[in-house]
C-alpha cells in the first residue's frame, strides 16, 4: 500500500480533517486511474510494436496496401471483391494513416460505385482523391447507371481533364452519356477501356458519335484492353485503333461483326470474350475466308437466339494455340454443329481448360457433341454444364467401362452442373471413384471436383459417400437446398455450399 494513503486512512474519521481526508482519497483514486489508463494504453503500444506487421519496413507496407487496394480488371472490364480503400486503411492507427497519405502511388486507383440518381460532393471526393495522387498514371472505374446528366457530365469533365494521365478506365453509365466521353482525343497512356450501359434493348450497332476522337491510333498507341456493350456502327474508321489489341470483350455482337474484329486484330489478339453471340441477318457481300488466329489463347462465345451464329462462327476461324476455351449453346436449339468436330480437332494439343454448356434432349445428339470434345489429349480442367442426355454421354466416357479407351488423359479439375435429373446416379458414381483413386495408369488421378444439381436424393448420397471414402480428392457438393449434409460428408471430404432453392429430393420422388 502506498504510504500516502496509509497516513491518510489512519487519520480518524471524527477528525475535524474529515472532509480534507476525503478530498486526498478522491484525488488519490483519480491519479491513481490515469495512471492505469497510461499504463494499459502502454501495454497496448508494445504489444502493436512486437507484432509482425509492426516490424516490415513502410516500403513493404506501401506494396501491401497496393495489392489490397488496387483492383484488378477482367476481361469485361469488371472488378473482383474490391472493398478495401485508402481511407479505411488510415482508420487502422496514426501510422498506417500517416503511410498512406504520404503514398501518391496508392490513390492513383479511384473506385466509385453507386446506385442512386445524385451523389452529393462527387465531384470534389473525386478532385480531391486525384490531387493526392500526384503524377502518377490513373485508373478509374466509374458504375454509376442511374446518375443524372449533372452527376455523369460533372464525372465525365473530370476524366477528360485527367486524360492525359489515364491508364485504365472503366464507365458503367447510361448510354447518352458516352458521346462526351469519346469526343475528346488526348489519352496518351490509356491501356485499357470498358464501356458498359443498363441491360436495354439494342440495334444492331451502336452509333456513339460520329467523331470518335478516342479511337484515334495516334492519340491512343497502347490500347490493349477493350470492352464495348456492342458493335460499333462506325468501326470501319477506326481499325488502326484495334492493330495492337490483346483483350476485345463485346456484350452483344452477331457473327459476322465477331469475325471482322478477329481479323482486324488477328496479329495481336490473344483473348476474345462474346458474352451474347447472335446469328447474323444481314450480309455486306464479302466472301470471308478462313482465318487462322496462331495467336488467340482465349475464346469465348455464348449464343442467346440460336447455334446458327455459333455455328458460321466456328466454321471460319482455326485457333492452333488455343489453351482455354468457353462455349454456351443456346438451351432450346438442340441441332448439330457441323463446323465443331473440324475447330476441336485443331485443339487437341493445346486446349487445357474448356467451360460448355449443352442442354441436348436425346442421347444421340449427346453423344454427338461429346465426342467432339472428348480427343483433347491436352486438357486440364473441364467445366461441364448440361441436360441429363449430354451429362450422361459424358460421365459414360470418362468412366471405366469407356469403350474407345481413356479420355482426358491430363484432366485434374472436373466440374459438373446439371439440371433436370438426379445426382448422383450409378454412372457418375463409377466413374469419380475410377477418376480419384488412380487406378487406371493411363490417366492422372482427379484433384478437384465440383458437383452443382437440382435435385438429390438421401439414398444417392449415402452411397456417394461410401463410394468416395478413401478418396484423397477435393469433392465439393452444391445444391439448391437448405438441408444438412454434415453427418453424410466429413469435413476433409467435401466442402458444403448452400445455395437457395428446393429441398431435397425424397427416395420416393427417385423411385418415381
Known amino acids: 500500500m502506498p504510504l500516502e494513503l496509509h497516513q491518510t486512512i489512519q487519520i480518524p474519521l471524527d477528525s475535524p480533517n474529515r472532509r480534507d481526508t476525503r478530498l486526498r482519497l478522491e484525488q488519490f483514486i483519480i491519479d491513481m486511474e490515469k495512471e492505469m489508463r497510461q499504463t494499459i494504453l502502454e501495454a497496448k503500444t508494445s504489444i502493436n510494436v512486437c507484432a509482425s506487421i509492426s516490424t516490415l519496413p513502410p516500403e513493404l507496407i506501401t506494396e501491401i496496401f497496393i495489392l489490397a487496394c488496387h483492383p484488378e480488371y477482367d476481361a469485361t472490364g469488371g472488378l473482383g471483391n474490391q472493398e478495401m480503400c485508402p481511407l479505411r486503411l488510415g482508420a487502422v492507427c496514426k501510422a498506417w494513416r500517416d503511410l498512406a497519405w504520404s503514398f501518391r502511388q496508392l490513390w492513383s486507383s479511384i473506385v466509385f460505385v453507386s446506385r442512386y440518381r445524385s451523389t452529393f460532393d462527387l465531384e470534389d471526393v473525386l478532385d480531391s482523391w486525384i490531387s493526392r495522387s500526384g503524377n502518377h498514371p490513373l485508373s478509374i472505374h466509374i458504375d454509376a447507371p442511374c446518375l443524372i446528366s449533372s452527376c455523369a457530365e460533372s464525372i465525365i469533365g473530370i476524366l477528360i481533364s485527367t486524360a492525359s494521365r489515364c491508364k485504365n478506365v472503366s464507365l458503367h453509365l447510361w448510354r447518352g452519356h458516352f458521346p462526351h466521353f469519346v469526343n475528346c482525343d488526348r489519352w496518351p497512356i490509356l491501356q485499357q477501356l470498358s464501356f458498359k450501359m443498363p441491360d436495354l434493348p439494342m440495334p444492331r450497332e451502336w452509333d456513339i458519335g460520329k467523331s470518335l476522337a478516342i479511337f484515334r491510333s495516334s492519340n491512343m498507341p497502347q490500347i490493349k484492353h477493350l470492352h464495348l456493350p456492342q458493335y460499333v456502327k462506325y468501326f470501319h474508321i477506326w481499325p488502326s485503333a484495334l492493330r495492337s489489341l490483346t483483350t476485345f470483350s463485346v456484350d452483344y455482337i452477331y457473327d459476322d461483326q465477331a469475325y471482322h474484329i478477329l481479323r482486324f486484330t488477328s496479329s495481336s489478339l490473344q483473348e476474345f470474350v462474346a458474352q451474347k453471340l447472335m446469328s447474323g441477318e444481314y450480309s455486306d457481300g464479302e466472301e470471308h475466308r478462313t482465318l487462322i488466329l496462331s495467336i488467340l489463347r482465349s475464346l469465348v462465345l455464348k449464343s442467346i437466339d440460336c447455334n446458327a451464329g455459333l455455328k458460321k462462327l466456328l466454321s471460319k476461324i482455326i485457333t492452333p494455340s488455343m489453351k482455354e476455351l468457353t462455349i454456351g449453346l443456346h438451351d432450346y436449339d438442340h441441332s448439330p454443329i457441323p463446323s465443331m468436330p473440324d475447330f476441336m480437332s485443331n485443339l487437341?494439343?493445346?486446349?487445357?481448360?474448356?467451360?460448355?454448356?449443352?442442354?441436348?434432349?436425346?442421347?444421340?445428339?449427346g453423344k454427338s457433341l461429346i465426342s467432339c470434345i472428348l480427343n483433347v489429349k491436352s486438357l486440364l480442367e473441364l467445366n461441364f454444364?448440361?441436360?441429363?442426355?449430354?451429362?450422361?454421354?459424358?460421365?459414360?466416357?470418362?468412366?471405366?467401362?469407356?469403350?474407345?479407351?481413356?479420355?482426358?488423359?491430363?484432366?485434374?479439375?472436373?466440374?459438373?452442373?446439371?439440371?433436370?435429373?438426379?445426382?448422383?446416379?450409378?454412372?457418375?458414381?463409377e466413374m469419380l471413384v475410377y477418376r480419384c483413386s488412380g487406378v487406371s495408369t493411363t490417366c492422372v488421378r482427379l484433384k478437384t471436383v465440383h458437383?452443382?444439381?437440382?435435385?438429390?436424393?438421401?439414398?444417392?448420397?449415402?452411397?456417394?459417400?461410401k463410394a468416395l471414402a478413401d478418396s484423397k480428392s477435393e469433392i465439393t457438393f452444391a445444391t439448391v437446398n437448405h438441408c444438412c449434409l454434415?453427418?453424410?460428408?466429413?469435413?476433409?471430404?467435401?466442402?458444403?455450399?448452400?445455395?437457395a432453392g428446393e429441398d431435397w429430393a425424397s427416395d420416393s420422388d427417385e423411385e418415381s
Not at 351 to 363: A, E, G, N
Not at 399 to 421: Q, R
Not at 486 to 499: A, D, G, N
Open 385 to 429: 454444364t448440361g441436360g441429363q442426355q449430354s451429362y450422361k454421354a459424358l460421365v459414360d466416357s470418362l468412366g471405366p467401362a469407356a469403350s474407345s479407351g481413356e479420355h482426358f488423359p491430363l484432366l485434374e479439375i472436373f466440374t459438373i452442373t446439371v439440371k433436370m435429373c438426379f445426382l448422383p446416379d450409378e454412372g457418375l458414381q
Open 451 to 465: 458437383i452443382t444439381t437440382s435435385r438429390c436424393c438421401w439414398k444417392g448420397m449415402n452411397v456417394l459417400r
Open 486 to 499: 454434415s453427418q453424410f460428408f466429413p469435413p476433409f471430404l467435401i466442402q458444403l455450399i448452400w445455395l
Open 348 to 365: 487437341s494439343r493445346s486446349l487445357q481448360r474448356l467451360h460448355i454448356t449443352c442442354f441436348q434432349d436425346s442421347l444421340g445428339d
